[in-house]
């Protein structure tokens, strides 16, 4: 798997601790896409209002927020590997309490203490201290292109899992089974893969986690989250990414496949073929942007790859018919996860090494309380006809003014390898 990584970079080889961070990441990315297409519709199978299903989802990504923010700022002291595999423990907790129980307060106590991705998106400490992990055992000027990589394998298993769970989903009630208990096994799936990433986890080794001195060295500096000399730098770009964040709750997978379903009929299968290939295109996508960095830096790219994607978030709803609304939602797909790679690489490199699983945690908090908040909006609108385009105005709106608010405040900064660069 991790040849076809560097094969553009043969001088540089994946770490066996590289090659299980990719493996253990397709693994939870699969597991992720496979859920979030159904997880509404399952949710609203079980008898939940529009209300209580959008309660839910804020409460997921919120939940989500302060676990993950506790563990990550943590992660370096405590154990970067123990922390990952206590955030799959607690994946595997919640898919079994969803899949056993109908209960809307244990329904939310799961999904409140548990790490749930109702987006096809990372959700929990894991993304952040994989980020630090592979930061740790990567040099400087090859890290967007094995973030880049590393989000082709995500996009790509995400893309598998919704395929194959609307696939499956159709197959099982075509052979009779009820609409709930297809469902049911889509949840019961995502519990087993925590319990394998909780496995997985267990063979990551000590060159992972930061040294003790480094450790000593961050908590002498007074440090707070984490943080010492990029408190600031992390607070702006944390209220930024805050911003796109609750701007794209809008319009997270599971909102947009109930949108689909609701306006244009589209089956678990159709819905299913329809984020694979969103997937795909944006996985494929997501490897241009290393090169785009390198000719005109992380923060440009990140900026003129997102405007136009927006754009093209708003004109969807306004298509005439099925048909076209998922050609501009693909279009979009194309160009708009482009800014990952360089967003995570541009975090990495704006903080020190001992500040990076705290940098990468708190920016990842701060976008999962973004989220967590316009979901129950998002939902409470596609339950009126005359607002069912309301969220994509909303979500794409919003991640214009975010893309505007990022160019002005970060144009000038620029990360280490860039410096170096034009400075030769």
């Given at each position: 798997?991790?040849?076809?990584v560097t094969?553009?970079?043969p001088e ?6 590289g090659?299980?961070?990719?493996a ?10 496979f859920?979030s297409?159904?997880l ?16 839910l ?8 927020a302060?676990?993950?923010l506790?563990?990550t ?7 970067r ?9 607690l ?5 079994i309490i969803?899949a056993?129980t ?9 999904a409140?203490?548990?790490v ?16 630090a ?12 292109h094995?973030?880049?990589w590393?989000?082709l394998y995500?996009?790509?298993a ?20 009820t609409a ?15 319990i394998v ?9 000590q060159a ?5 001195s ?24 944390s209220?930024l990414?805050?911003?796109d ?8 997978q ?12 589209l089956?678990p ?53 099925a ?14 996860q ?10 990495m ?5 001992d ?10 908090v ?26 994509f105005f ?9 893309d ?10 620029r ?5 170096a660069?034009s400075?030769?």
């Amino acid at each position: 798997m991790a040849d076809s990584v560097t094969e553009s970079h043969p001088e540089y080889k994946l770490t066996t601790d590289g090659r299980l961070l990719f493996a253990t990441r397709t693994i939870r990315m699969f597991a992720y896409g496979f859920l979030s297409v159904l997880l509404v519709l399952y949710l609203s199978s079980l008898g939940l209002s529009e209300a209580k299903v959008g309660l839910l989802l804020t409460l997921t990504l919120a939940g989500d927020a302060a676990i993950s923010l506790f563990l990550t700022t943590t992660a370096d002291r405590f154990g970067r590997r123990k922390t990952l595999i206590i955030g799959a423990i607690l994946m595997s907790f919640a898919g079994i309490i969803f899949a056993m129980t109908h209960n809307f307060i244990l329904l939310l106590i799961a999904a409140t203490i548990g790490v749930i991705s109702p987006s096809g998106n990372e959700v929990g400490p894991f993304l952040s201290i994989e980020q630090a992990s592979l930061s740790h055992v990567l040099p400087g000027n090859k890290r967007t292109h094995i973030f880049a990589w590393y989000n082709l394998y995500g996009s790509l298993a995400t893309a598998l899992g919704a395929l194959a769970a609307g696939g499956i989903t159709q197959l099982l009630q075509n052979a009779g089974m009820t609409a709930l208990a297809s469902y049911r096994t889509i949840v019961l799936v995502y519990a087993a893969a925590g319990i394998v990433l909780t496995a997985g986890f267990f063979f990551l080794t000590q060159a992972v986690e930061v040294e003790r001195s480094e450790v000593s060295r961050s908590a002498g500096a007074k440090a707070f989250l984490g943080l010492h000399r990029s408190r600031g730098v992390v607070a702006k770009l944390s209220g930024l990414f805050a911003l796109d964040a609750f701007a794209g709750g809008f319009v997270m997978q599971s909102i947009l496949a109930y949108w689909l379903h609701l306006r244009w009929g589209l089956e678990p299968a159709a819905l299913g073929a329809t984020f694979f290939v969103a997937n795909i295109v944006a996985a494929i996508s997501a490897l241009s942007a290393s090169w785009l960095a390198s000719k005109i830096g992380l923060i440009n790219t990140m900026v003129f790859t997102h405007l136009p994607s927006n754009i093209l978030l708003i004109l969807v709803p306004l298509m005439p018919n099925a048909a076209l609304a998922i050609a501009v939602l693909l279009l979009r797909f194309s160009i708009s996860q482009m800014d990952v790679p360089t967003r995570q690489s541009y975090v990495m490199a704006s903080v020190d090494p001992d500040e990076r699983s705290a940098a990468a945690g708190v920016t990842a908090v701060a976008r999962s309380v973004g989220a967590s908040i316009s979901p129950s909006l998002g939902t409470m609108l596609l339950a009126s006809p005359m607002l069912m385009g309301m969220p994509f105005f909303l979500g794409g709106g919003l991640k214009i003014i975010y893309d505007l608010l990022l160019y002005r405040n970060f144009v000038k900064l620029r990360p280490p390898e860039e410096k170096a660069v034009s400075s030769h």
